[in-house]
């Protein structure tokens, strides 16, 4: 069975980094762009960014320009947020998605595999 499993997230203070790693499994991980969102508790799910399958990535708001940064690695299967400067506002459940297809997309319908979520908590 195909499945996304994310993992990398914990509690760390403000201004610290974190990277966050998503595996996947099946034989065409690497046909299908990645992407990942956050939700904070209370909060709508929110587009981070996503990446192409030959590895273009797209950034969701001015909260993630600069700060974060998609990777993937497509023989291992994984893919990758860097997640530089943490701030408390950063405070949410991180969500990596597959695509429909091989193209980066913000919006939450366009993907239909999702993994578990890893919890990422910062504090002031």
């Known amino acids: 069975q195909v499945q996304l499993v994310e993992s990398g997230g914990g509690a760390v203070q403000t201004g610290t980094s974190l990277r966050l790693s998503c595996e996947g499994s099946?034989?065409?991980?690497?046909?299908?762009?990645m992407g990942w969102f956050r939700q904070a508790p209370g909060k709508e799910r929110e587009f981070v960014g996503s990446i192409t399958w030959d590895g273009r990535p797209l950034y969701g708001g001015d909260f993630a320009e600069g700060r974060f940064t998609i990777s993937r690695d497509n023989a291992k299967k994984q893919v990758f947020l860097q997640m530089n400067s943490l701030k408390p506002d950063d405070t949410a459940k991180y969500f990596c998605?597959?695509?429909?297809?091989?193209?980066?997309?913000?919006?939450?319908?366009?993907?239909?595999?999702w993994g578990q979520g890893t919890q990422v908590t910062v504090s002031s």
């Open positions: 998605a597959r695509s429909r297809d091989g193209l980066g997309r913000t919006e939450a319908k366009f993907y239909t595999l």
């Open positions: 099946g034989p065409s991980f690497h046909l299908f762009a």
